[in-house]
């Protein structure tokens, strides 16, 4: 899927303007990106870098490149977490010299501080739940500190990436959207938050780094949400790198100086099916849909093959967890049989009807998003070749959210893919659905399924592999006997760079969240200069 765009990995953007040094070693490097959002905020207990991406916070953990399923290495940790026997207690030593962007000394108590913020329910973290299985955090000594599980948790790792805020800054009470944090980051991390204004968010290299000052001293990153302006300025000179839908990439592949390169993710496309509609929360209606798309074609014409359809939200890259029987064939004939069966009869107009009630829904999508458009119009095309109207809307984010519940939406996931349960929790247990548990994303189709449940409680409290195996398969299985939603492709992430000057860019498995922190520029922090 990549193709050549990985060759460009190996030396990349800068040196060249609009944003880079030129021979003088005085001169700060710089690079320019546009991305197409602004960061909410910057603050690890609101959400941010919680997935290992961040410029300005380090974790105790940090992901390490490379193809596949991403191992991890010691960040803020002097080493890897090890668990007791019980796998309920895990124990982190500390790295030892670290300073806080504000000149303080990192220790325990600052990670002891961070954890229990999120866990506050006075904070009203919107990550907590992400954290429901820490019932304590402690310090014994200043360089180490423990995690006290409710009940043993196998990939407790990978929620070591948190950001680590200083205890300092976390000690007023109140909720995590109105900490000072939020616009006035002090983290440990690569780079400083010099300047936010307007269209833009200027960082700048931290000098006294842990793991030395990085040689890319000054990243601007503009915000330009259409993606059509951005391919045109990118085009026109205007920047170093930019993140772009698939088929607007591929028509900047052979402008001079530019390099389309592809990065694997675990992103999938997919359309929420509301439970309580009596259209999409008919099972029938959804295994038909499940049928009637073509994912293959949307790959092919939407994505110009810069993905993999998708029929779970699991990726082959989890490895044994992957259950390959668990697919949907593109069958039309089938779709029609399973409606026909259920009591949906074709209308005059080719519309099926049962009881009074027009085989009809409303599909939302973000108009910024083109390629979301796109895959919404292919959806809604195969829905109707088998009696199903799909009515599409273009919907901007605020009155997106509180619509999920009721209104089907084309939607992302795959948000901290490391590890199954971090994948799949939060996507699929019927817990999401109880008032004020969760975010409107967690679950948006307000399934219940108890097999689901179970197989998902199973796989998240052994520590044996063999158990974990077998439990997200079952998963899997009867995702596919009872699908909540529509999985349509797993997206490859699509990056636009000006060539020359650096080398150190490493490919890595991305999350649905994306953009230049991710990218060839996850690890801008490693980069030096070629020659």
């Keep these: 899927m990549l193709g050549a765009g990985l060759a460009a990995l190996a030396v990349l953007t800068g040196c060249t303007a609009p944003g880079s040094a030129g021979d003088d070693p005085a001169e700060v490097a710089r690079l320019v990106l546009a991305d197409a959002y602004e960061p909410e905020a910057f603050n690890p207990v609101a959400g941010h870098g919680e997935t290992g991406a961040s410029k300005v916070y380090d974790g105790l953990v940090r992901l390490a490149g490379g193809s596949g399923l991403p191992e991890l290495e010691p960040a803020l940790a002097a080493e890897l977490p090890s668990a007791d026997a019980a796998g309920t207690t895990w124990t982190v030593p500390l790295r030892e010299g670290v300073r806080f962007s504000d000149g303080t000394t990192f220790g325990a108590e600052d990670v002891v501080a961070t954890y229990r913020a999120v866990l506050d329910p006075v904070l009203a973290s919107p990550i907590a739940t992400n954290y429901a299985m820490v019932a304590e955090v402690t310090a014994p000594d200043p360089l180490t500190v423990q995690f006290r599980l409710a009940y043993p948790y196998a990939p407790f790792p990978t929620k070591l990436l948190l950001g680590i805020a200083p205890a300092e800054a976390l000690a007023t009470p109140g909720p995590a959207e109105e900490s000072p944090l939020n616009t006035e980051p002090v983290g440990t991390g690569p780079y400083l938050l010099a300047e936010r204004r307007g269209d833009r968010t200027v960082y700048t290299a931290n000098p006294g780094y842990w793991d030395g000052e990085p040689e890319v001293g000054e990243l601007v990153v503009v915000y330009v949400p259409d993606d059509n302006t951005r391919a045109q300025r990118m085009a026109g000179g205007e920047f170093d790198g930019t993140t772009l839908p698939p088929l607007l990439a591929d028509t900047l592949a052979g402008t001079d100086g530019l390099t389309v390169v592809g990065h694997p993710s675990a992103d999938t496309r997919s359309v929420s099916l509301p439970a309580g509609d009596p259209v999409t929360g008919d099972p029938a209606v959804r295994l038909a849909l499940n049928h009637a798309v073509d994912r293959d074609a949307m790959v092919a014409s939407i994505l110009g093959g810069h993905g993999v359809p998708a029929s779970t939200p699991v990726p082959e890259v989890l490895g044994d967890a992957f259950e390959p029987a668990a697919t949907f064939d593109h069958d039309p004939d089938r779709a029609r049989q399973l409606l026909d069966a259920a009591g949906w009869v074709p209308g005059p107009d080719g519309v099926r009807v049962r009881d009074g009630v027009r085989a009809e829904f409303t599909l939302m999508y973000f108009p910024e998003e083109t390629l979301r458009r796109d895959l919404a119009q292919a959806f809604a095309s195969d829905a109707l070749a088998v009696g199903v109207e799909v009515d599409l809307e273009a919907v901007d984010r605020p009155q997106f959210r509180p ?109 649905h969240s994306h953009g230049v922190s991710w990218g060839p520029w996850w690890n801008v922090r490693e980069w030096r200069r070629a020659g």
């Design 403 to 511: 619509r999920i519940p009721v209104d089907a939406g084309l939607l992302g996931g795959g948000d901290v893919p490391y590890d199954p349960d971090t994948l799949l929790y939060a996507a699929l247990h019927s817990v999401y659905t109880r008032d004020g548990v969760g975010g409107p994303f967690d679950n948006p189709s307000d399934h219940v399924d108890p097999e689901v449940d179970a197989a998902l409680d199973a796989g998240r409290r052994s520590s044996d592999p063999a158990v974990r195996t077998a439990a997200y398969r079952s998963v899997q299985r009867e995702f596919v006997a009872d699908p909540p939603a529509v999985v349509l492709v797993f997206l490859e992430h699509v990056y636009v760079v000006r060539d020359g000057g650096w080398t150190g860019a490493e490919e890595v498995l991305e999350p």
